[in-house]
């Protein structure tokens, strides 16, 4: 979590690490806080809360000609968010900003406090500085040396855990020192100019520069005007490898919508429409990034996933049994790095993720290629860290996504692996050529299932009122829709801070129904063409039992109390989509209800880099 910048060179430093700090805002915003060295002097501002707080804060400094700068908004780990716990961290003569989780800084600290330095914070990050003044003061580097480099380097030497961090010198206003470990660290450069940007991912970057490098794990070095120096864990010097930054900044706005969650939700029709593009051609599905050859010898797919991944993780389970009939299992990211698990080079192991930074599900990644699996990562990012380490990837084509809740990249994972369970059936060859065009016809009708009906919207909006106060909230479906129905109740709980739990419908008879009476509210997802008959009576008992009932569904059922009704659909897989935006829909009408803050929601961040 966390995000940071950078920036050295002549244009007003301030403001570009204060943009980039906004649009990297997603990742965290308990605390954020600006260090500028001009002059030879440290200019710090720090603030509790989001940027615009640090925003009004450095509102006096002003910036002419040259300056370095260096920023970090934060998600907190170690320490409260408050202002002494924020970043940059300070020590005598350096300023550091620091995304990741020192893991030995507790054994760090000792020691520094035995040597009588003094901390001011109670995080992680702050060992960093006096380990790295310590280094220095107490190292008689040669002349020749660069005393700070080698510093800077023997200090990243002793850090475990994740870091992407920067480094800021009084005495050496030209330079940004930098070290990449775990997590996402970017350097872009403006050829013209000179001027060097850091960033934790492209979007501050855009508008700024055209070539960007990604750094690697183990990557550290420095920069000055026009000058990049890299070198990895070995001491060998690295050659820059410059990548183009696509300029779309407009997917990045809000585009007239109160929400970016609100904008994302009704994009999906687009974007599942562009993660299909090339992809579903007349007669087949085709994926240019992989070849048929990545199953051979394949007999089991492993998939591993957090939070709304995980659930199309396991929605799509469904899909590769039913119709690639493949052996599947599914793993929480967070669990199967510890459980020591059994795998064989017989299975495919999956991951998916939007961001492709999630610690737990990168760590998973890890463990599955040390015992040699082969690994397919199913990601929104392109050069992630879960991309970089996957054997394949297939890229979801949902576009930058801001609200912390998840909405388009759910509906662009749930394409590709759908699309995905229909090639492995073709390449398994158990699927026939009319099997395979009523799957191409389905998928084609996507897009228009997701396009977001006024009538729909309007009728959530005006029901969202009733289903603000009670017990809490059943979210319950079958099969395909059992995972469905674990995703509204995460939507819901984590932008209205309701108790809202999913269950399979089937299962509420052996125990969760003790709970039912009319303050305890019942989502049903109720599709038409599965388990219609079976569902039904599943959200009868229910009634029966005066829980108060919402039914979604292209039919009302009598018990219901309430009724959001969706198109009559000729598939359970468009029912799926269809239904995935009415339950976005719902748990977002409900936290602005609630007056919440719907795209920065309480206690998450948008993107989990550490465990
Ligand atoms: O970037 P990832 O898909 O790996 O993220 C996984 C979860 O952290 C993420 O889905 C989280 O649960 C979202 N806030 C859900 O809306």
């Known amino acids: 979590m966390c995000g940071i910048v950078g920036y050295l060179g002549f244009s ?3 403001k570009i690490i204060l943009n980039g700090l906004k649009e990297l805002e997603y990742r965290g915003y308990d605390s954020a806080g600006i260090t500028i060295l001009q002059d030879g002097k440290f200019h710090i501002f720090k603030s509790v809360g989001k ?10 400094l002003e910036i002419n000609g040259f300056s370095v700068g260096i920023g970090h908004t934060r998600w907190a780990t170690h320490g409260k968010p408050t202002e002494d716990n924020a970043h940059p961290h300070s020590g005598e003569f350096t300023h550091i900003v620091h995304n990741g989780i020192i893991e030995n800084y507790g054994d760090l600290k000792t020691d520094l406090l035995y040597k009588g330095y003094k901390f001011s914070s109670q995080t992680d990050t702050e060992v960093i500085v006096h380990l790295f003044e310590e280094i ?3 190292h008689q580097f040669n002349d020749s040396d660069n005393g700070s480099f080698l510093a800077f380097r023997d200090t990243i030497g002793l850090l475990h855990g994740a870091y992407a961090l920067l480094l800021i010198k009084r005495d050496e206003p030209e330079r940004i020192y930098f070290a990449k470990e775990g997590s996402p660290l970017i350097i872009g450069t403006n050829f013209e100019t000179g001027e060097q940007i850091f960033a934790s991912s492209d979007s501050p970057l855009i508008g700024l520069v055209d070539s960007v490098i990604y750094l690697k794990d183990g990557e550290y070095g420095y920069v000055e005007q026009g000058l990049i120096k890299i070198l990895n864990m070995s001491g060998v010097v690295i050659k820059p490898e410059y990548k183009t930054l696509p300029q779309n900044k407009e997917l990045a706005q809000k585009s007239g919508f109160r929400y970016f969650m609100e904008k994302e939700i009704y994009e999906q029709s687009q974007v599942v429409s562009d993660t299909m593009l090339g992809r579903i051609g007349d007669k087949n599905i085709t994926f240019d990034e ?5 199953f051979n010898g394949i007999n089991e797919i492993k998939l591993c996933a957090c939070g709304t991944s995980y659930h199309t993780a396991l929605a799509s389970s469904y899909l590769f049994e039913r119709i690639a009939r493949v052996r599947v299992s599914v793993e929480f990211g967070s669990e199967f790095r510890y459980k020591d698990p059994i795998l064989h080079n017989d299975t495919l192991f999956v991951v998916i993720s939007q961001s492709g930074e999630t610690a737990d599900t990168l760590a998973s990644l890890k463990l599955a290629v040390s015992a040699g699996l082969k690994t397919l990562a199913i990601c929104n990012v392109d050069n992630s860290s ?8 297939i890229l979801t084509r949902a576009g930058i996504e801001k609200g912390v809740a998840s909405t388009k990249a759910f509906a662009t994972q749930m394409v590709v692996l759908y699309m995905f369970s229909i090639y492995l059936a073709q390449i398994r060859n158990i699927i026939s050529y009319s099997g395979v065009e009523e799957h191409l016809q389905i998928l084609r009708e996507i897009p228009n299932a997701m396009t977001i009906n ?3 919207h309007e009728k959530i909006k005006r029901l969202s009122k009733r289903y603000l106060h009670g017990h809490g909230f059943f979210f319950i479906g079958r099969d395909i829709f059992y995972p469905l129905a674990l995703e509204g109740a995460l939507k819901l709980k984590e932008i209205s801070y309701l108790h809202s739990e999913g269950y399979p419908a089937g299962e509420m008879k052996h125990g969760p129904i003790a709970l039912a ?3 305890l509210f019942t989502i049903a997802l109720l599709p038409k063409n599965m388990l219609y008959d079976k569902t039904k009576s599943n959200i009868e008992e229910l009634g029966a039992r005066d829980s108060t009932i919402c039914v979604i569904s292209s039919e009302s ?3 219901a109390d309430d009724f959001i009704e969706i198109s009559a659909h000729h598939h359970y897989m468009l029912e799926f989509f269809e239904m995935t935006t009415v339950l976005q829909l719902l748990a977002m009408e409900i936290a602005i209800r609630l007056k919440n803050d719907v795209d920065m929601p309480r206690n998450l961040a948008k993107s989990v880099t550490v465990e």
């Open 136 to 138: 220095l003061d107490k």
């Open 557 to 559: 059922v009598e018990l």
């Open 517 to 519: 009476d009319p303050e």
């Open 51 to 60: 940027l615009n707080n640090l925003i009004e804060k450095s509102r006096s």
């Open 454 to 456: 006024d009538r729909v």
């Open 12 to 14: 007003d430093s301030k």
């Open 386 to 393: 879960i991309v970089r380490t996957a054997d394949y990837t």
């Open 290 to 294: 992989i070849s048929p050859d990545i």
